[in-house]
Structure formats: structure tokens, C-alpha cells
Nanobody
Framework: QVRLAESGGGLVQPGGSLRLSCAAS????????MAWYRQAPGKQRERVAI???????NYADSVRGRFTISRDNAGDTVYLQMNTLKPEDTAVYYC??????????WGQGTQVTVAS
């Protein structure tokens, strides 16, 4: 059974930074892509960033230039570096993975709160 475990969330002031980690229970080469989603209260879940097995990344317009997704090619972890955080970035952040056979997996989420 594939498990994804997020960590690194917390409370940060506007303009600050956080790095989220997503540790998979299998080597991440098992996945064709991994992504970070977020869901704010009262809003739909939205994709923040995605990275393919080959390392190609794409970002939501709202975070492009501030967030960076990366992967540990030797291991089991994907990261989301978040800089210049804004109050509107406040949400629960979820890790997502899809295998080459199109099976999908989600983590439990980690809370990110941006407030002064």
C-alpha cells in the first residue's frame, strides 16, 4: 500500500518561507508525476505545483515565481519550497501521486497558516 506523509507546515508571517516535504512509502520512480494541492476553507482543492518523473515542473499562476517543487531522485521525497508567503496561501496542503498505471494517492495534509 502506498502512503504519502506530508510535513513542514506551520504558522509563518507574511513574507516568510516554509518548506513542505512529502515522504512516500515507495521509491518515487513508481510515480509518473507528483504534485502539491491546497484547499482553503470554503474553497475547492486546487493544484499548486506538479513535477513529472522526468523533472518537468508546472505551477499555478498564483504561486509561480514564489514556490518551487523538487524531488529527491535518489529517494522517496518531494518538496515544496514556499517563499514570500501571503495570507491567501493559507490552506491545508496535500501531497498527490499518480502511478504509471494511473492509480492515485493522497496524503493526509499539512496546515499552512500565513498571518502576522
Amino acid at each position: 500500500q502506498v502512503r504519502l506523509a506530508e510535513s513542514g507546515g506551520g504558522l509563518v508571517q507574511p513574507g516568510g518561507s516554509l518548506r513542505l516535504s512529502c515522504a512516500a512509502s515507495v521509491n518515487i520512480d513508481s510515480f509518473s508525476a507528483m504534485a502539491w494541492y491546497r484547499q482553503a476553507p470554503g474553497k475547492q482543492r486546487e493544484r499548486v505545483a506538479i513535477i513529472t518523473n522526468g523533472g518537468t515542473a508546472n505551477y499555478a499562476d498564483s504561486v509561480r515565481g514564489r514556490f518551487t517543487i523538487s524531488r529527491d531522485n535518489a529517494g522517496d521525497t518531494v518538496y515544496l519550497q514556499m517563499n514570500t508567503l501571503k495570507p491567501e496561501d493559507t490552506a491545508v496542503y496535500y501531497c498527490y501521486a499518480i502511478t504509471w498505471a494511473f492509480s492515485e494517492f493522497w496524503g493526509q495534509g499539512t496546515q499552512v497558516t500565513v498571518a502576522s
